[in-house]
């Protein structure tokens, strides 16, 4: 990946409590910027995704689907300079290590 382009993660999060801390500390150490769109999540996803003070956090009020989620995330993204954009599933269910390749 070429250096001078910002690294943007977007993360769709809907009641994802059980999971979302975990995902979100293996991805901050990544260095890249992560940016996390609860989906209307109705379970504690919102308190936990405020512990995340260094991640950009974006809300739909009603829950409109992982596609909107995406969109939003990567709207926003390239709103703030994305040179790349990496989706990620909040559920841990993959890598951070896999990010660079």
């Known amino acids: 990946m070429n ?9 769709p999060a809907f009641n994802e409590a059980a999971s ?28 936990i995704l405020s512990r995340f003070t ?3 956090r ?4 009603i829950n409109l689907g992982q596609g909107a989620a995406l969109q939003t995330g990567m709207t926003y993204a390239l709103e703030q300079g994305a040179g790349y954009i990496v989706h990620f599933d909040a559920d841990g269910q993959h890598r951070a290590a896999d990010i660079e390749r």
Do not use: E, K
């Open 3 to 11: 250096q001078d382009s910002a690294v943007f993660i977007v993360v």
């Open 20 to 47: 979302i801390g975990a995902t979100l500390n293996q991805l901050s150490t990544t260095g890249h910027q992560i940016v996390v769109v609860d989906d209307g999540s109705t379970d504690a996803t919102p308190s």
């Open 54 to 56: 260094q991640i950009h």
């Open 58 to 61: 974006l809300r739909h009020p």
